[in-house]
């Protein structure tokens, strides 16, 4: 089963950029597609993007439509999220996770997640 670590969180101020990496370990990368959510404490997993297994389909929620991109690199077995125009609402732990089924959006739905990464967006 695949192992998935997230990292480039940190704090940015309104309107700068982030890429958020997901890099896989164990498991076939390509079996999987993934899925990127946030989380604010004391509110529910929400969903943001998706890239299925060949990287030819996305899709993203409408909160980050135009502003976040998600992609991935098989050779390296990594998947990004690049985050645009970023605001404080957007400030959230960002989580990567897995799954062999497209088209999925809801959390329970992933079985294989990473441990998260801090996103902190100042006003």
């Known amino acids: 089963q695949v192992q998935l670590v997230e990292s480039g969180g940190g704090l940015v101020q309104t309107g700068d950029s982030l890429r958020l990496s997901c890099t896989a370990s164990?498991?076939?990368?390509?079996?999987?597609?993934i899925g990127w959510f946030r989380q604010v404490r004391g509110k529910e997993r929400e969903f943001v993007a998706a890239?299925?297994?060949?990287?030819?389909?996305?899709f993203y929620a409408d909160a980050v439509k135009g502003r976040f991109t998600i992609s991935r690199d098989s050779a390296k077995k990594t998947a990004y999220l690049q985050m645009n125009s970023l605001r404080p609402d957007d400030t959230a732990v960002y989580y990567c996770?897995?799954?062999?089924?497209?088209?999925?959006?809801?959390?329970?739905?992933?079985?294989?997640w990473g441990q998260g990464t801090q996103v902190t967006v100042s006003s």
């Open positions: 164990r498991g076939i990368f390509g079996d999987y597609a």
């Open positions: 890239i299925k297994w060949s990287g030819d389909s996305t």
């Open positions: 996770a897995a799954a062999r089924v497209w088209l999925l959006k809801k959390d329970s739905e992933y079985p294989y």
